[in-house]
DNA sequence: TCAGTATATTACTTATACGTATTATTGTCA
DNA sequence: TGACAATAATACGTATAAGTAATATACTGA
């Protein structure tokens, strides 16, 4: 490695973090200022995996029709590792937003399934997200942008947890 | 907000998430692979601050002749929180890369100076730095590259916490 | 069938980061 | 000068994330 082409590759590292922990922070806030007192950014990821589930409409009546998730797949879902999601549903489950329940097919498994109340702060925890979000990128085009989430998509490829 | 218009601004944060904890693990796996256990990721952001005052020659006779950095502009330079620095200058304080001095000039003040071995891993950290960005952007072209550089500045600045 | 392997989750420890409150100084201005 | 605001660092509690080890269950092949 020579001086003058590292191409300043480890303030990259640190510029990464940082807008990481910008966009998180600001995030943390607008939760605080909605009055969201009881979501926490983290559970943004798991929350997302498990709308899914659920399709489009907000029809509390899916409720019951609904399987659930595994934690593991949740994880993988979110990026996290199993032994990081114990304590992540652990305080879900103690905001009221999601429920363990046994699986009848296999007895190692927990299922993940959302409370009513993990399903009503939908729109709103989206309607959140979606204004940092835009409001981060407000000044970033639209080539820039779709240039910058495949950079992410690239990058995230190559860093995938699956290879060690 | 209409459902089809929202570019799943909600996905982009949770695809940077991922991003982050990736290159995040991909470097503390690298780290331990170097037999560098005790420097954490972390500390990365903080030493290169520290680093960058001693200029590029790696002469360990500068130690002495550099007046070190006060805790928050250190804080400032990394995107931490000052109550997020006390915990982290302690364990890299314990780990013995730097040391807490008194500022002469102004008794509220430590100056965090690089001790020898601070000093001394500092291009065995960079090098490790550099070869985990360059991997995860291998398949990104330049101009994408550059692009996305310009991009995290933007974003950056948006969600400086310089504002509230 | 059963021994060994794989999988899902948890328990425990540590590192990382923030918010709030507190302490100790320094600076300011009436 | 002396009250009051501003600044620097810390203490404490909590959330977030990982690594390692343990436990329970399921699977697989001889």
């Known amino acids: ?30 939760l605080k200022n909605a009055g969201l007192t009881h979501i926490n950014p983290a559970y943004i990821g798991i929350l997302l995996c498990l709308w899914r589930e659920y399709g489009l409409e907000e029809s509390l009546a899916k409720l019951g029709t609904v399987d659930g998730m595994k934690i593991i797949d949740l994880g993988r879902c979110a990026g996290l590792e ?21 699986d009848i097919h296999d007895r190692r498994v927990c299922r993940i399934c959302l409370t009513q109340k993990g399903l009503s702060i939908r729109s709103d925890v989206i309607k959140i997200v ?31 947890k699956k290879r060690e």
Request: hydrophobic residues 35%; glycine residues 4%; charged residues 25%.
């Open 1 to 30: 490695m020579n001086n003058e082409n590292t191409n300043q590759y480890e303030n990259l590292y640190i510029l990464i973090n940082q807008t990481w922990l910008g966009i998180n922070s600001v995030v943390r806030k607008a």
């Open 130 to 160: 979606y204004n940092v979000m835009q409001n981060s990128f407000s000044e970033v085009d639209k080539k820039s942008y779709d240039n910058f989430i495949r950079v992410l998509y690239t990058i995230l490829d190559k860093t995938s």
């Open 82 to 102: 199993p032994s990081s999601m114990t304590g992540l549903i652990d305080r879900m489950e103690r905001a009221g937003l999601v429920k363990r329940e046994d």
